[in-house]
C-alpha cells in the first residue's frame, strides 16, 4: 500500500513541476514582453497587416518553415552568425506577433528571420518561388508554378510580369504572379530582425 502511495505522490509532483518549469516560468518571464519605441515613435517588432499577413497564412500554410527556419542562434551555439543570416541572435521579443510562432524545426534551407534585409528585390524572390533553380541553380527547394499564371496570349506586357534573365525561358513567355505569391514576397521582405534590442548586447 505505501508503494502506492509513494508512486501516487511522485507522479502527482513530476506533472506540478514539469508544469511549473515548463509553462508557468516560461510565461511568467515573458508575459510582459511588448514592442519597443524608438525615439521617433516607431514600434519594433511590427504587427503584420494586409498583404504581409496575407503572405505569412500562405507561407504557413505551404509548409516553408518545415524546410526553414526563423532563429539565429547566439554565438558559441552554431554557425548562424557565421553565415550572415543575421546581425545579432533572435530573442523572444522579435516573436511577439508570431502566432502561431514559425520558428520552424529543421533547416533544409537558410534561416529566414532576416531574409528582408539579405534579399530585398522583388523580382528575385517571384522568381526564385516560381522555380528556384532559375536565382540558386542545383536548389532543393520546390518550384510553385502554380502562384504564378501563365499570359502567353497577352498582347501588352503586363506591369507585373516576371523579368526572367536571358535564356531561361523560351521569348514571348510572360509569367504574371497571383496574389498569393505577392502576399509571401510581402511577408518574406517584413522579415528583418536586425534592430538592437536591450536583450542583446552588442
Ligand atoms: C523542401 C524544402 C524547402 C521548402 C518546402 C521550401 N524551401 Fe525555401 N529553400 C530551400 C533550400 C534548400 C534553399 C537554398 C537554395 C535556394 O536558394 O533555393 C531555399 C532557399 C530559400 C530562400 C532564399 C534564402 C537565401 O538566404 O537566399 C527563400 C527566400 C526561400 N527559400 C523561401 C521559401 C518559401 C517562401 C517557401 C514556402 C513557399 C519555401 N522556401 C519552401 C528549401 C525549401
Known sequence: MNRVVFL?????????????????????QLRDLAPIVGENGEEYPVEPQGLVLEGRRAYAG???????????????????LDRGWGSRRTVARD??????????????????????VRQPSDNWHLLHLYSPEITSPGSTMPPMPFLFENRSLELETPYDALAFPPGV?????????????????????????????PEVVQ
Open 169 to 197: 525561358v523560351e521569348e514571348g513567355t510572360l509569367v504574371v504572379p497571383r496574389r498569393e505569391a505577392k502576399a509571401i514576397v510581402a511577408y518574406l521582405k517584413s522579415l528583418n530582425a536586425s534592430r538592437p534590442v
Open 95 to 116: 516573436h511577439i506577433y508570431d502566432a502561431p510562432p514559425l520558428l520552424g524545426t529543421m533547416r533544409t534551407g537558410p534561416d529566414l528571420v532576416n531574409i528582408g
Open 8 to 28: 501516487y505522490v511522485g507522479i502527482v509532483a513530476t506533472v506540478i513541476v514539469s508544469f511549473a518549469g515548463l509553462v508557468s516560468l516560461p510565461e511568467i
Open 62 to 80: 505551404l509548409g516553408c518553415m518545415y524546410c526553414h527556419s526563423q532563429q539565429i542562434r547566439p554565438e558559441g551555439f552554431g554557425s548562424d
